[in-house]
């Protein structure tokens, strides 16, 4: 299977709101309501920021959230803030032979 | 407070056996309800899930295709850990392997610090 397909960038002002694109299959994110979002620091581990869809871990700041239409799901950050700048990897369950299938990353800068 | 804490060397040569621990605290890798993971990390391949371990009533691992001829997950239960091996290694497998843990459910909660494998002569 193929990695899903993210933006490479996006970028936004602190305060603004910016949504980043997970574009999958009818096997995969259209399939399933298991997407996950990941938030990746520089030589840091991923942190789990949304799982299936829509839910916040705890200590997650409401300011992120998820949705998902077909087969493409969204992560919108809103309020930006300085600490967002980090790179952004959505996954989803793709059936029992690839229980988690990556997008590629996006690279959120916050100018 | 679940962690995640990973040892292993980070030079392995071409043809060799690639070989990491993930050490647990805070859960059991005997768990009933989780699955533990190791997944990689490259720039031309990106984040790339190898494989797992869980238990329910026996253990079970599960590997992607990619990787499956070459790989082996074992849980440590005397040790509460798990470990990964990748044989017969190429440059290609260069990249930061992580170990995590999915929860309950289809995602992955807890992840390790991370640990860069280099491979060559």
């Known amino acids: 299977q193929s990695a899903l397909t993210q933006p490479r960038s996006v970028s936004g002002s602190p305060g603004q709101s910016v949504t980043i694109s997970c574009t999958g299959t009818s096997s995969d994110v259209g399939a399933y309501n298991y997407v996950s979002w990941y938030q990746q620091h520089p030589g840091k581990a991923p942190k789990l920021m949304i799982y299936?869809?829509?839910k916040r871990p705890s200590g997650v700041p409401d300011r992120f959230s998820g949705s998902k239409s077909g087969n493409t799901a969204s992560l919108t950050i809103s309020g930006l803030q300085a600490e967002d700048e980090a790179d952004y990897y959505c996954?989803?369950?793709?059936?029992?032979?690839?229980?988690?299938?990556f997008g590629g990353g996006t690279k959120l800068t916050v100018l | 407070q679940v962690q995640l804490h990973q040892s292993g060397p980070g030079l392995v040569k071409p043809s060799q056996t690639l070989s990491l621990t993930c050490a647990l605290s805070?859960?059991?890798?005997?768990?009933?309800?989780?699955?533990w993971n190791w997944i990689r990390q490259s720039p031309s391949r990106g984040l790339e899930w190898l494989g797992r371990t869980y238990y329910r009533s026996k253990w079970y691992s599960d590997y992607a295709v990619s990787v499956k001829s070459r790989i082996t997950i074992n849980p440590d239960t005397s040790k509460n850990q798990f470990s990964l091996q990748l044989n017969s290694v190429t440059p290609d497998d260069t990249a930061v392997y992580y170990c995590a843990r999915a929860g309950s459910g289809w995602y992955l909660d807890y992840w390790g610090q991370g640990t860069l494998v280099t491979v060559s002569s």
């Open positions: 805070g859960d059991s890798v005997s768990s009933n309800s989780a699955a």
């Open positions: 996954c989803s369950y793709a059936g029992s032979y690839t229980p988690w299938l």
């Open positions: 299936d869809v829509t």
